[in-house]
């Protein structure tokens, strides 16, 4: 999709996404980063935080257009955010949430307002449904061969197409998706066997290579490092 001055990108918890410059113009940019267990501490039985992401479909894209004057709020509350995280003054921590909260109530509140007919995606088709075949399979054996006879083309030119557009191989993308994957059941507490399994992987041993080389750590470390993270 292209992007332009106000538009705002909700990406999922563990989705892949690429930014791709078509212009030599500057431009700037906010990118803010927040845990799926940190919205829901945050949360209330009222106040979904997280909803606007959860309601996200193939039909109710990922882009938000701010008006001029939700552009200003929402860049001096960022503003506002990153000053607190840098500092150590008295109830910086509660701004932090306050500002959060601030942000990701506003989202919401855009979110369901949008005209979800308003932006197209300019994705191919063959590779977008390539990428949801592999989303709604990913725990399968995926194949050249197999991509080719559930659409129709050479297995090498929807590899090709598929690298064109996103920039990453083929399976290197499936091998990355599967330890993303892995890496969220391990947070939520599977053991690494199970996760191995539950992410597509059939043998442990490369799972834990495969998952080593990714992260530079062990499905086991990975998972002490998140839960110490957590305490």
Do not use: W
Not at 161 to 189: N, S
């Amino acid at each position: 999709m292209h992007l332009e001055y106000g538009n705002l990108v909700l990406i999922k918890p563990y989705d892949f996404h690429r930014r791709e410059i078509v212009s030599g113009s500057s431009y700037e940019r906010i990118v803010i980063n927040i845990k799926d267990s940190y919205i829901d501490v945050l949360s209330s039985e009222e106040t979904d935080l997280s909803a606007c992401f959860h309601k996200m479909t193939e039909n109710n894209n990922h882009l938000l257009k701010l008006n001029e004057q939700q552009i200003v709020e929402f860049t001096l509350t960022a503003q506002r955010l990153s000053q607190e995280l840098e500092s150590c003054e008295y109830g910086s921590g509660m701004l932090v949430d306050a500002y959060i909260k601030q942000i990701l109530i506003m989202v919401n509140r855009i979110f369901e307002k949008k005209d979800n007919n308003s932006i197209n995606n300019i994705m191919p088709s063959l590779v977008s449904n390539t990428i949801a075949y592999i989303e709604e399979n990913i725990t399968e054996e995926i194949t050249l061969d197999l991509l080719s006879d559930v659409f129709h083309h050479n297995g090498t030119y929807i590899s090709r197409c598929f690298k064109k557009i996103t920039g990453i191989p083929l399976q290197q993308y499936i091998i990355q998706k599967r330890v993303t994957l892995a890496k969220k059941y391990l947070c939520e507490g599977c053991s690494p066997n199970k996760a191995c399994f539950l992410s597509g992987f059939n043998d442990y041993s490369n799972f834990s290579r495969t998952f080593s080389k990714h992260t530079g750590f062990s499905p086991r470390e990975f998972q002490s490092q998140n839960m110490l993270n957590q305490v």
